[in-house]
């Protein structure tokens, strides 16, 4: 069984910091990719932020410049550390990973979702 718990998120004011966390625990092989969405109300969900297992990363347009993504194999933990936040930015942001033997033989999970909400 594998988990993803996100940690992390919370309320802060425009232009503030938060640093979202993804761990992934129980029965790993290997984590391939690692991602970071999220939906706000209404909305479909949106990849937000994306890296590989190489640590080659990619972002929305809406969040370059802003996100950082990053992760540690040691501790299976990926990270979104989230700078000069707008209120548009709040949702509810999910992790995932891609976990298997081999990355053809992956599978996704998703964590359970963390809310950020950025509000004065």
């Known amino acids: 069984q594998v988990q993803l718990v996100e940690s992390g998120g919370g309320l802060v004011q425009p232009g503030g910091s938060l640093r979202l966390s993804c761990a992934v625990s129980?029965?790993?092989?290997?984590?391939?990719?690692m991602g970071w969405y999220r939906q706000a109300p209404g909305k479909q969900r949106e990849l937000v932020a994306a890296i590989s297992s190489s640590g080659s990363t990619s972002y929305a347009d809406s969040v370059k410049g802003r996100f950082t993504i990053s992760r540690d194999n040691a501790k299976n933990t990926d990270y979104l550390q989230m700078n000069s936040l707008k209120p548009e930015d709040t949702a509810v942001y999910y992790c995932?990973?891609?976990?298997?033997?081999?990355?053809?033989?992956?599978?996704?999970?998703w964590g359970q979702g963390t809310q950020v909400t950025v509000s004065s």
């Open positions: 129980g029965s790993i092989f290997r984590i391939y990719g």
């Open positions: 995932n990973a891609d976990i298997g033997p081999y990355s053809y033989l992956s599978k996704t999970y």
